[in-house]
């Protein structure tokens, strides 16, 4: 079952990339074409291929599924023949008939494919090797449009050429300046190293920009990149391109490519990992040897920078605490954090520091130990653009 289903599917797809709209699919077991119409792919052990082939059928204007035994048509029978001579091979050839062999099993499934051609042109003929049964009573079915909640998505995915079939660009050298080969669109790169050794698969919302970036930080595994550019993209739509090319990979190497590999950062841009809060003191319930108020004198002159805010800086609790930080990671400043409502390590932080600074609200911002202000303040410098001069001399 599988081998029929997935040689529909790969008929289909070529179908779709020759622009046809009406088709005629023969196959030789009328189950088969009853799990395509009818089948519940909710329990099926083949529904995601099922449904891949559900949603490919949209595409088309009008399709006829009709059911043929292998004795009933014997010009397919002698090519099936033929072509189970050979193993793992793939021909497509322009002439009155074309042949694709998509399995390596001994019979067939015959797809005719009609399109507009020009006059006393034949039409294209899609083969393709799927065991045999013996000849049954000659039936057809034609096929409703099936309704699905989510149909593009999955649909685009499945138009993206697989990996194989897709041609590789040469990366040009750093010293050649921009790629101008590669397209600036939205969609699934696959980048090989001088080798052809496939490194990486990724997704981009401007593949050029990608590419030169990884260039730059790995020009030795950067030869040639293949790229499959997604039209109207969304996050599923990508997900499900990137997943295809993972997919197809796996299947033939048996296990990811290297840049893919958990762990491995050679190829993704790691967020910088966060400085911790500061604490005032060890526990609520230590004694302190020096009053809070000189704790926090100390603290904001041994520091250039401190931001006394609402939660920790990665998990502010307030809007104003948030923008504060959002400011000063934006302009690269090197900054201290000190959660004042840390109850547990910054006991009564809060109401001291009130009096310190002379200042009633938080979030308040600490420059070389004299207070610059709160939310309002910064938010005016940032404006003016005096952030990073002022901050980072």
């Known amino acids: ?74 010009c397919a029978d002698g090519l099936a023949s033929t072509v189970s001579q050979f193993s793992d091979s793939a021909s497509y050839h322009h002439s009155s008939m074309a042949t694709f062999n998509l399995s390596s099993t001994h019979s067939f499934s015959y797809l005719r494919l009609f399109s507009s051609f020009p006059q006393n042109t034949p039409p294209l003929s899609l083969y393709s090797q799927i065991k045999a049964k013996p000849s ?144 005032l003191t060890p526990g609520r319930h230590m004694q302190l040897t020096v009053p809070l108020e000189d704790l926090i004198d100390k603290l904001v002159k041994d520091n250039k920078v401190v931001a006394f805010i609402k939660g920790s800086r990665s998990a502010p609790q307030c809007g104003f605490s948030q923008r504060v930080i959002g400011i000063l990671e934006s302009e690269g400043v090197d900054y201290e954090s000190v959660d004042v409502l840390d109850e547990e390590h910054n006991y009564g932080l809060r109401e001291t520091l009130k009096k310190y600074s002379n200042w009633p609200t938080f979030p308040q911002i600490f420059l070389d130990g004299e207070l610059v202000g709160g939310c309002d303040i910064l938010t005016s410098m940032y404006e003016k653009g005096e952030v990073a001069s002022s901050f980072k001399k």
């Not at 050029?208 to 996050?235: F, I, N, T, W």
């Open 1 to 74: 079952m599988f081998a029929k289903l997935e040689a529909i599917k790969r008929g289909l797809f070529i179908a779709i990339d020759k622009g046809l709209l009406k088709l005629e699919v023969y196959a030789d077991c009328l189950e088969t074409i009853k799990i395509i119409l009818d089948g519940d792919v909710a329990t099926h052990h083949l529904g995601i291929l099922i449904q891949d082939i559900r949603m490919m059928i949209r595409h088309f204007d009008a399709i006829t599924f009709k059911q043929i035994s292998c004795e009933t048509n014997q």
């Open 136 to 279: 049954v009573t000659l039936s057809s079915i034609s096929l409703k449009p099936y309704n699905t909640d989510k149909p593009r998505a999955r649909f685009v995915a499945l138009a993206v050429k697989n990996l194989g079939e897709t041609d590789p660009i040469v990366v040009p050298p750093e010293s050649e300046g921009a790629a101008a080969d590669l397209p600036s669109g939205t969609g699934v790169y696959a980048i090989y190293d001088k080798n052809d050794e496939l490194q990486f698969i990724g997704l981009s919302r401007n593949i050029a920009a990608s590419v030169v970036a990884h260039r730059k930080s790995v020009p030795e595994l950067c030869g040639s990149v293949k790229v499959g550019v997604v039209d109207q993209p969304d996050r599923e739509t990508l997900t499900q391109a990137w997943k295809s090319w993972m997919e197809e990979y796996i299947k033939v190497n048996g296990k990811v490519p290297p840049g893919n590999e958990s762990g491995n950062a050679t190829w993704t841009r790691q967020p910088p990992k966060k400085k911790p809060d500061l604490r």
